[in-house]
């Protein structure tokens, strides 16, 4: 059992059902090329099942509850990104060589 913070898809612009913890099954055996059409298969059906929850604490509860052995994926730190008037500002040049040479 693995419990994590998803992150949320590309193709999402908003945070709506972003801080929901999700509680999966670790994959119990490879997939393998299904000879006759060339699709993946897997024997492991238990993949499919991803259940979420509203608190790290609840999904945990479950996890126990139910007798299974778990553990935490912490999500990465977010990384600041400045709102697009804050990166397209000018600001002022630091004094450099070329300001020396044109006070001369």
């Known amino acids: 059992m693995v419990i994590s913070l998803p992150g949320r898809s590309v193709m999402q612009a908003g945070r709506a059902g972003a801080r929901r913890w999700r509680l999966e099954f670790e994959p119990e055996s490879r997939p393998w090329i299904e000879p006759l059409m060339g699709w993946t298969a897997s024997a492991?059906?238990?993949r499919q099942v991803r259940l979420d929850f509203p608190t790290r604490e609840a999904a945990i509860?479950?996890?126990e509850r139910q007798g299974w052995r778990w553990r935490v994926r912490e999500p990465a730190p977010q990384r600041f990104r400045p709102a697009y008037p804050d990166g397209a500002r000018a600001?002022?040049?630091?004094?450099?060589?070329?300001d020396l040479a044109w006070a001369a």
């Open 91 to 98: 600001e002022a040049p630091a004094a450099g060589l070329a």
């Open 44 to 46: 492991d059906t238990r």
């Open 61 to 63: 509860a479950f996890a």
